[in-house]
Structures are given as structure tokens and as C-alpha cells.
């Protein structure tokens, strides 16, 4: 009885759900975690990056991704030099789809930063098919 209260516990604790892509072919169980791909900015000495302002744009599709921040998400970025690139906001439009963004970073009024990745969506997650998220101004 003991093993029975304690594996509806884990499965309890482990919220899954099924998820449905464009064909409704799709299988496998989701997770409720909210993923995110960061793109993370550091000069060469390894000291974060605060940017005046990023963007996440589709020229394939001309639109604006920029996920909007918080004013305290926005300061922790720039503290961390951790900014969003593709979220899973973003699944149920992409789903089973990639898509070529291009993340740009701007310092002083100018461009910094401009890096292309190719993301997209599973069936759950939005997930980087190419594309360095680690990146380092001032190296050539």
C-alpha cells in the first residue's frame, strides 16, 4: 500500500500532458517546465554584457520576437548577461517548424551584436538547431 501512496506522489509531482502537433500525430508526453534558449553576452575578460536593449527578429517572416521583460527581468539580464532568444510561448506557433532568427544587441546607440540561430519547436518545447549561444564581444 505503501509503494502505491508513493508512486501517486511522484506522479503527482510530475505533471505530464499529452500534446497534439499541426497533424495530431504527436505522442509523446509533455513536461510543464517553461523552457527558454538564452543567449549569454560576455566581453573577453568573462564579465557579463549589459545591453541598452535587444532584439529577437524573423526576417523570413519580417516580425519582431522580442519577448517583453519585466522591468526586474530586464535588470537581471543585464546583471547576468543571460537575455531570452526563443521561449515556449512560442510552441503552438512553430510547433514541428524551425524558423532563422537573428539576435541583436545594442550598446550606446549601435548595433553590437547581431548573431543568427535556427530554432524552432517540437511537439512541447522550442528547441536551437544551430546557432553559438555563448557570446563574446570584442573577440574576433
Known amino acids: 500500500m505503501q509503494k502505491i501512496i508513493v508512486a501517486s506522489l511522484c506522479l503527482s509531482c510530475i505533471v505530464?500532458?499529452?500534446?497534439?502537433?499541426?497533424?495530431?500525430?504527436?505522442?509523446?508526453?509533455?513536461?510543464?517546465?517553461?523552457?527558454?534558449?538564452?543567449?549569454?553576452?560576455?566581453?573577453?575578460?568573462?564579465?557579463?554584457v549589459a545591453l541598452d536593449s535587444f532584439q529577437v527578429y524573423a526576417p523570413e517572416i519580417d516580425e519582431d520576437l522580442t519577448?517583453?521583460?519585466?522591468?526586474?527581468?530586464?535588470?537581471?539580464?543585464?546583471?547576468?548577461?543571460i537575455y531570452p532568444l526563443f521561449d515556449d510561448l512560442q510552441v503552438s506557433r512553430f510547433q514541428n517548424d524551425s524558423l532563422k532568427v537573428v539576435f541583436k544587441g545594442f550598446l550606446d546607440g549601435k548595433d553590437a551584436i547581431k548573431a543568427p540561430y535556427d530554432v524552432g519547436a517540437d511537439c512541447c518545447h522550442v528547441r536551437l538547431?544551430?546557432?553559438?549561444?555563448?557570446?563574446?564581444?570584442?573577440?574576433?
Open 16 to 48: 505530464i500532458q499529452s500534446c497534439d502537433n499541426k497533424n495530431g500525430n504527436c505522442t509523446d508526453p509533455c513536461t510543464e517546465i517553461f523552457a527558454t534558449i538564452t543567449v549569454s553576452v560576455k566581453d573577453t575578460a568573462g564579465a557579463a
Open 67 to 81: 519577448r517583453k521583460l519585466e522591468d526586474y527581468e530586464l535588470e537581471t539580464a543585464r546583471k547576468d548577461g
Open 129 to 140: 538547431f544551430s546557432g553559438d549561444t555563448d557570446i563574446v564581444l570584442g573577440q574576433e
